[in-house]
C-alpha cells in the first residue's frame, strides 16, 4: 500500500466515523443520551393570537367566495336583461 492510499483510507475512516457520531448526537440531548429533549413550552397568548388570526383568515375567505358569488349572479342577471 503506497503513503497516498494509506492517506485515502485514514481520511474515508475518520469521515464515516465523524457522520456516524455528528447522527447519533442529533437524536440525544446535548450529546447524553440518557436525558430526552425537553419539551417546548407552549405560550397561551401566542395561541390565542393564531386562532383569532386563523378566524380572520376563514372570514376573508368567505368574503371573497362570496363576492365572486355575487359577482357572477349579477352578472348573469345582466345578461338576462339584454
Not at 29 to 47: I, K, N, V
Request: aromatic residues 6%; charged residues 40%.
Amino acid at each position: 500500500m503506497s503513503f497516498w492510499t494509506a492517506i485515502v483510507v485514514i481520511v474515508a475512516i475518520a469521515a464515516f466515523a465523524n457522520r456516524r457520531r455528528t447522527r447519533y448526537l442529533a437524536h440525544t440531548y446535548d450529546g447524553r443520551a440518557d436525558e430526552p429533549r425537553p419539551q417546548p413550552q407552549r405560550d397561551p397568548e401566542l395561541e390565542r393570537e393564531v386562532a383569532a388570526l386563523r378566524e380572520r383568515v376563514k372570514v376573508l375567505e368567505r368574503i371573497v367566495t362570496d363576492e365572486r358569488r355575487s359577482r357572477g349572479l349579477a352578472d348573469e342577471i345582466e345578461a338576462l336583461r339584454d
